[in-house]
T-cell receptor, first 112, second 112 residues
Framework: DAGVIQSPRHEVTEMGQEVTLRCKPI?????LFWYRQTMMRGLELLIY????????DSGMPEDRFSAKMPNASFSTLKIQPSEPRDSAVYFC??????????FGPGTRLTVL | GQNIDQPTEMTATEGAIVQINCTYQ??????LFWYQQHAGEAPTFLSY????GLEEKGRFSSFLSRSKGYSYLLLKELQMKDSASYLC?????????????FGAGTQVVVTP
């Protein structure tokens, strides 16, 4: 398996633009997580899905953020409109019914 | 909610031993995890403890005391490649395979 796949790896955009981050979890994993990492706040869970259903979105900062998982092999995290304070590394992770959570390589987002 | 505390930084010499402590206060508990994260990379899984005691895996060992809300990660025979951030994470008890809450991470610097 190729592991968790994220795209793009880097994104630079201007304030106010829409940003869409993409994730393909490991095949067979039924849990998918979106995290955000910054120097100030560390690694924060934004939202997670089980069997494509959002279970806990309490970490989503505000209405500008939304996440979807239309099928078992694809998820998106969208920010609209983006702001400079959204600049961070966004990780997608997945795990099956065991104890190891696998992280994707991350998307480094810069909002100017 | 959950409160997870670990030291910000530790420095040790190549070949030495370093112990990274983690204390937590949780409303639910279903396992404690340690992850390693090299600069610019994604976190990778190191260990999992759900019962009290010591789990050993090569040069790395992890200990848990649930009654004390305490864990440590022990790194033996330090190598330069062990320079990284080490993240302690607690799994919320409400979902057997789900949500992890991460500490801020301990930056370990290995010197020659």
């Amino acid at each position: 398996d190729a592991g968790v796949i994220q795209s793009p790896r880097h994104e630079v955009t201007e304030m106010g633009q829409e940003v869409t981050l993409r994730c393909k979890p490991i095949s067979g994993h039924d849990y998918l997580f979106w995290y955000r990492q910054t120097m100030m706040r560390g690694l924060e869970l934004l939202i997670y899905f089980n069997n494509n259903v959002p279970i806990d979105d309490s970490g989503m900062p505000e209405d500008r953020f939304s996440a979807k998982m239309p099928n078992a092999s694809f998820s998106t995290l969208k920010i609209q409109p983006s702001e400079p304070r959204d600049s961070a590394v966004y990780f997608c992770a997945s795990n099956g019914r065991d104890n190891e959570q696998f992280f994707g390589p991350g998307t480094r987002l810069t909002v100017l | 909610g959950q409160n997870i505390d670990q030291p910000t930084e530790m420095t040790a010499t190549e070949g030495a031993i370093v112990q990274i402590n983690c204390t937590y206060q949780t409303s639910g508990f279903n396992g404690l995890f340690w992850y390693q994260q090299h600069a610019g990379e994604a976190p990778t899984f190191l260990s999992y403890n759900v019962l009290d005691g010591l789990e050993e895996k090569g040069r790395f060992s992890s200990f848990l005391s649930r009654s004390k809300g305490y864990s440590y990660l022990l790194l033996k025979e330090l190598q330069m490649k062990d320079s990284a951030s080490y993240l302690c994470a607690v799994r919320d008890g409400s979902d057997s395979w789900g949500k992890l809450q991460f500490g801020a991470g301990t930056q370990v610097v290995v010197t020659p």
